[in-house]
């Protein structure tokens, strides 16, 4: 219905087979690896991209302080010169009134930024 539009899908196990039929048929869509599907947990290990012309994020439990720890993990099952993105949002709120922390989020930031510049040729 939407030809003009590309919709960011989440990725993991429960969903892969649905993921697939979406492909094989053609449609347009980039994903976004989360185990926890959008419970906020940071999983085991991360999944290289399923298919090699659908871009592929990831999701689940970054914060400030371990965003830099695991961009080394997904960045260990990426194929070379591989452009991803990261999402973050649970981890960036504020534990007491759940709105948007915004030191949090610039922390987070800083993090991941640092960690872009040490791994950028």
């Known amino acids: 219905r939407f030809p003009n539009r590309e919709f960011i899908l989440p990725y993991n196990e429960r969903v892969a087979p649905k993921m697939k039929m979406l492909h094989e048929a053609g449609a347009k869509f980039s994903l976004l690896f989360?185990?926890?599907?959008?419970?906020?947990?940071?999983?085991?290990?991360?999944?290289?991209?399923v298919y090699p012309d659908v871009n592929f994020g990831y999701a689940g439990g970054l914060s400030a302080s371990n965003v830099h720890k695991n961009l080394d993990k997904i960045n260990s099952v990426l194929p070379a010169d591989y452009s991803t993105w990261i999402d973050a949002e649970g981890q960036l709120r504020d534990i007491y009134f759940g709105a948007m922390d915004l030191g949090k989020a610039q922390k987070y930031l800083e993090n991941a930024l640092k960690w872009q510049k040490e791994h950028t040729k």
């Open 34 to 49: 989360d185990a926890s599907y959008g419970a906020g947990v940071a999983p085991k290990q991360y999944e290289a991209p």
